[in-house]
C-alpha cells in the first residue's frame, strides 16, 4: 500500500510516498518532479526503515531511580511518568512561580503545530519561557527579512536567470531546493556560490567566492556600494517601494571593494565581477541559509543580504524571491495569559522576542544564563523536546554544567542521547511517519500540506501532540486541550482558513488557501511600518540599534576569540550538516555508519605540510573553551589558515563534540546569536 506523507527525518519537509506491508514501514520514495535516474538520493530517507524500526529506539517512559543512592533508570508506565512531571512542575510554581518552569524545544519533531501546543501549554501554565532554537537557526535570518520588507522570502530558483547561494548547500539540506537549481542550470540559469567551503555546489558555480568564515556582512555591504556606486540598480522600484536609499548609500561607501576584499580573502575585481552578474541578470533570486545563522553579525549580514533584492528589483517577482502569504490559521499559543510582571528569560532581546506573531522565544543562551547566573530568575525545572543541547548548544561544557544544575530535567526523544542521560524523566515520542501534524512549511505559505501517520507508533512510544495534550490536562488545563485527537486540534487550528484534515487526507498535494501572485506590494504595499522595503529602519533606531546595517561600521573581526589569534592561529569553521545525519541524530543507525563512520577535520595541504600532518593523523584541535581529537583529511575544500570540523559527533562521544570549542560569552545584542559557527582555534598533531 502507498501512503502520502512528509519526511521529517530533516527540516526540508520532503513530499514522500510510503510503501506499507503488513502494517509495517518498507520503504519510502521522495517525490519529484525530474526523472527517476535525475533525483537526488536521500540517504536517510533510503534507511527510513532502519530507523524507524531501530533496536536502539526508546520504547517506554523511563523514570530515574534515586532512592538507595540508585541512579540508574527504570521503566515506568505514562501515568506515572505525566503524572510525576505535571507534580514537580506544580510543586516548582508553587515554591518559587511558574517561570522558575522552561520548556526547550529543538528540530528534530518539526517546527510548526508541535511548537504552538508546547507554547500553548506553557503560557496556560503561566510561564513565559517556551524557549527554541531560532537565535542559531533560521529566526534570527527570519527576523532580518521581516525588518527588511515585512516577511522571508522563498526564492523562486526554478524560473531564475541568476541564482546566488549563500551559505547553505542544499544537495545536503534539501533536496527538492537542490533539484530546482539543476533544472534552471540546465535552462541557463547562472549560478552564484558564497561559501568559505567548496562544497559540491561550489564547483559546479560560475563563479564561487571563497570569502573568509563570518565576514559575509563585509561582502553584501561591498556588492551594494558597487551596485550602488555603478548605478546597476532598479531606479523605479527604490523610488518607489523603498525608503532610506540615501542612507544605505552613504553607508555603503566605506565599503567598497577596495576598502574591504583583503579582510574577505576576496580579490576587489572578483567582488564587483559578482555584484555585476547579479545585478544585470534578471530575474535573479538569493538562496540564503543557515551559514549565516551562527554568525555574531547574522542580524545586519542578512539585512544587507535581503537588500540586494530590493536594489535590483527581483522581490516578490516570478524568477526572484517571493514574498509569501502565510495560511490564516488561528493562533493557538494563548501567550495573552501571561502578565508583563514577569520577564522572560529572554527580556533582553525585546525586538528579537515580538517580531513575529507567533515565534516566540529563541534566544537559547538566554536559558542556560538564567539557570547558571539566576537571571533575571533561577529556573528550576526544564522540559526538552526534540533537542540535544547537551551537544548542540554553544559552549557545550557550560550547557551540560547549567543541565545538571537543574532540580528537575525532563526529555523526549526518539533515542537515547548525551541529554536524555543526564535526565530525570526520559519520555519515548513517536517517529515522523507515526504521527499526524502540521509543519511550519505547511503554515508559511497558502499551500497547506498534512504530515499525515501512514504507520502505528512503535511500542510505547507517543507522538508529541499527545504527550502535550496529556500533560496539559493533567495540570488542570483541560478546557485549554480539550481535544482527544490530533485531527480535532488541526481543524480547530485550521478553522479561519475552512480547511479540514478531510480534505488535506483526499488532496495528499497539499490545498491552497488562494492563488499563489506576484508582486502583491503593488496593491497592498509591504508588510512593514512604511508600506515600503526599509533600508533605514526607524524601528531599530527607537530601541538605539543603527537603522542601516553596519551604520556603525562593522566592528572587527567577528570571530570567538579573535583578540587571542597568535595563540590560536586557525579559523575553526563549524562542518555543514552531512546529508546522512541531522546534527546530532541517527548516528546509531548502521546502514549510514558504513557510509559515514566517523567525523573529520579537513585541514589544507599547504597547513598540513607546514604543520608535518598526514591523512588520518590524529589532531587536537583547542580553543580557550576546551579541545576535540578527531583524525585529519587533508583537503582544498578550505582556504589556508581555516580547518571544517566534522559536525554533530558530539553524540557519539564528548571528546568529538565540536561545542566544546565555541564560545557563547559574546552574543549579537538583538538576536543573541553567539559566533558559534567559526572561532579561532589552533591544531596540534597528537603522537602517532
Known amino acids: 500500500m502507498k501512503k502520502a506523507t512528509v519526511c521529517r527525518l530533516c527540516s526540508a519537509c520532503c513530499s514522500v510516498e510510503a510503501d506499507i506491508r503488513?502494517?509495517?514501514?518498507?520503504?519510502?520514495?521522495r517525490k519529484?518532479?525530474?526523472?527517476?535516474?535525475q533525483q537526488l538520493l536521500c540517504p536517510k530517507l533510503q534507511a527510513a526503515a532502519d530507523i524507524t524500526y531501530s533496536p536502539k529506539r526508546l520504547t517506554t517512559p523511563l523514570i530515574r531511580d534515586r532512592r538507595r543512592g540508585q541512579l540508574a533508570f527504570r521503566e515506568a508506565t505514562w501515568d506515572e511518568a505525566l503524572d510525576t512531571i505535571a507534580d514537580r512542575m506544580q510543586q516548582v510554581k508553587h515554591d518559587h512561580g511558574a517561570q522558575s518552569v522552561a520548556w526547550l524545544r529543538g528540530m528534530a519533531a518539526d517546527w510548526g503545530a508541535p511548537w504552538d501546543y508546547a507554547s500553548r501549554l506553557m503560557h496556560a501554565f503561566g510561564s513565559p519561557n517556551a524557549i527554541g532554537n531560532g537565535s542559531v537557526c533560521h529566526v534570527a535570518r527570519e527576523m532580518a527579512h521581516t525588518f527588511t520588507y515585512g516577511a522571508m522570502t522563498i526564492p523562486q530558483a526554478r524560473e531564475s536567470q541568476c541564482i546566488m547561494v549563500w551559505g547553505?548547500?542544499?544537495?545536503?539540506?534539501?533536496?527538492?531546493?537542490?533539484?530546482?537549481?539543476?533544472?534552471?542550470?540546465?535552462?541557463g540559469a547562472r549560478l552564484i556560490v558564497i561559501d568559505p567551503v567548496r562544497t559540491p555546489l561550489a564547483k559546479m558555480a560560475d563563479i564561487w567566492l571563497q570569502i573568509k568564515s563570518g565576514h559575509d556582512g563585509l561582502l553584501a555591504m561591498a556588492m551594494i556600494q558597487t551596485i550602488i556606486e555603478e548605478r546597476l540598480y532598479d531606479q523605479d522600484f527604490v523610488d518607489q517601494w523603498c525608503t532610506g536609499f540615501d542612507d544605505l548609500r552613504r553607508t555603503a561607501q566605506a565599503f567598497a571593494p577596495e576598502?574591504?576584499?583583503?579582510?574577505?580573502?576576496?580579490?576587489?575585481?572578483?567582488?564587483?565581477?559578482?555584484?555585476?552578474?547579479?545585478?544585470?541578470?534578471?530575474?535573479?533570486?538569493?538562496?540564503?541559509?543557515?551559514?549565516?545563522?551562527?554568525?555574531?553579525?547574522?542580524?545586519?549580514?542578512?539585512?544587507?543580504?535581503?537588500?540586494?533584492?530590493?536594489?535590483?528589483?527581483?522581490?516578490?517577482?516570478?524568477?526572484?524571491?517571493?514574498?509569501?502569504?502565510?495560511?490564516?490559521?488561528?493562533?493557538?499559543?494563548?501567550?495573552?495569559?501571561l502578565t508583563s510582571d514577569t520577564p522572560s528569560v529572554a527580556h533582553g532581546y525585546p525586538l528579537f522576542s515580538s517580531f513575529h506573531p507567533n515565534w516566540g522565544l529563541h534566544a537559547q543562551s538566554a536559558l542556560i544564563d538564567a539557570i547558571l547566573e539566576e537571571r533575571p530568575y533561577p529556573i528550576h525545572m526544564l522540559i526538552v523536546q526534540s533537542g540535544n543541547p547537551a551537544v548542540t548548544m554553544t559552549d557545550a561544557q557550560r550547557v551540560r554544567k547549567a543541565l545538571q544544575k537543574l532540580d528537575f530535567l525532563v526529555a523526549i526523544d526518539l533515542f537515547a542521547t548525551q541529554t536524555t542521560r543526564l535526565a530525570d524523566i526520559v519520555l519515548p515520542a513517536a517517529g515522523c511517519f507515526e504521527k499526524t501534524q502540521l509543519n511550519r512549511a505547511a503554515l508559511r505559505n497558502n499551500l497547506v500540506v498534512l504530515q499525515d501517520q501512514v504507520i502505528d507508533g512503535i511500542a510505547d512510544s507517543w507522538p508529541d501532540w499527545k504527550i502535550t495534550f496529556e500533560l496539559g490536562r493533567r495540570l488542570g488545563l483541560t478546557d485549554e486541550f480539550p481535544w482527544r485527537t490530533v485531527e480535532q486540534a488541526i481543524d480547530y487550528q485550521l478553522e479561519p482558513t475552512g480547511i479540514t484534515?478531510?480534505?488535506?487526507?483526499?488532496?495528499?498535494q497539499g490545498v491552497r488557501t488562494g492563488t499563489a501572485t506576484f508582486e502583491k506590494f503593488r496593491k497592498q504595499g509591504l508588510p512593514t511600518p512604511s508600506g515600503k522595503v526599509e533600508f533605514s529602519s526607524c524601528r531599530l533606531a527607537e530601541h538605539g540599534f543603527p537603522p542601516v546595517p553596519f551604520g556603525e561600521g562593522f566592528g572587527g573581526n567577528p570571530l570567538s576569540f579573535a583578540d587571542r589569534d597568535k595563540e590560536y592561529p586557525f579559523i575553526g569553521i563549524s562542518g555543514e550538516r552531512s546529508n546522512r545525519y541531522t546534527h546530532s541524530q541517527f548516528h546509531q543507525i548502521p546502514s549510514l555508519r558504513q557510509q559515514e563512520p566517523e567525523g573529520l577535520i579537513d585541514i589544507h595541504p599547504d597547513d598540513a605540510a607546514r604543520l608535518g600532518i598526514a591523512d588520518g593523523n590524529m589532531l587536537q584541535v583547542s580553543s580557550?573553551?576546551?579541545?576535540?581529537?578527531?583524525?585529519?583529511?587533508?583537503?582544498?575544500?578550505?582556504?589556508?589558515?581555516?580547518?571544517?570540523?566534522?559536525?554533530?559527533?558530539?553524540?557519539?562521544?564528548?571528546?568529538?563534540?565540536?561545542?566544546?570549542?565555541?564560545?557563547?560569552?559574546?552574543?549579537?545584542?538583538?538576536?543573541a546569536t553567539p559566533s558559534n559557527r567559526c572561532f579561532m582555534c589552533k591544531v596540534e598533531k597528537l603522537p602517532q
Open 22 to 29: 503488513n502494517g509495517r514501514l518498507a520503504a519510502v520514495r
Open 32 to 37: 519529484s518532479s525530474l526523472p527517476s535516474e
Open 168 to 187: 547553505k548547500n542544499d544537495q545536503n539540506t534539501c533536496p527538492p531546493a537542490f533539484e530546482a537549481i539543476m533544472q534552471a542550470r540546465q535552462q
Open 259 to 337: 576598502k574591504v576584499a583583503a579582510d574577505l580573502w576576496l580579490e576587489p575585481a572578483m567582488i564587483r565581477k559578482t555584484a555585476r552578474l547579479y545585478a544585470t541578470t534578471s530575474p535573479a533570486c538569493i538562496v540564503d541559509g543557515n551559514g549565516l545563522d551562527m554568525q555574531l553579525h547574522v542580524f545586519d549580514t542578512t539585512r544587507a543580504v535581503c537588500m540586494l533584492r530590493a536594489l535590483t528589483g527581483n522581490l516578490d517577482r516570478p524568477g526572484g524571491d517571493l514574498i509569501p502569504q502565510p495560511v490564516p490559521a488561528r493562533n493557538i499559543q494563548l501567550a495573552e495569559r
Open 501 to 508: 484534515v478531510e480534505q488535506l487526507r483526499a488532496n495528499p
Open 624 to 671: 580557550p573553551n576546551g579541545s576535540i581529537r578527531m583524525k585529519a583529511r587533508i583537503s582544498e575544500v578550505v582556504h589556508v589558515g581555516s580547518i571544517l570540523i566534522a559536525w554533530g559527533w558530539g553524540e557519539v562521544d564528548l571528546e568529538l563534540s565540536l561545542n566544546n570549542l565555541t564560545d557563547d560569552a559574546c552574543r549579537n545584542p538583538i538576536t
